[in-house]
């Protein structure tokens, strides 16, 4: 199985739709291929990170450096 079918069978678990899941898939490892290009480290490393975003997101986590600032007080 190759790793675009994994993806696409994990997004599928989380929920997404069969022809939405392989996007968000394809998307997933081009945006990892991105990010080690451009910041460096590897594309594996990258890929971690972006699922670890997803998984949050689908268990309704906001991560801390996407959370908003805390109001300012009167």
Do not use: N, W, Y
């Not at 081009?30 to 699922?51: H, M, P, V």
């Not at 986590?61 to 300012?72: G, L, R, S, T, Y």
């Amino acid at each position: 199985m190759s790793e675009l079918e994994q993806l696409t069978q994990l997004c599928e678990r989380l929920g997404a739709p069969p022809g939405q899941a392989a996007a968000m898939a394809a998307q997933l490892l081009k945006r990892a291929e991105q990010i080690a290009a451009t910041r460096g480290g590897t594309r594996e490393a990258a890929l971690k990170r972006l699922l670890d975003l997803v998984v949050q997101g689908h268990a309704g986590k906001v991560p801390d450096e996407f959370a908003p600032p805390p109001p300012d007080p009167v």
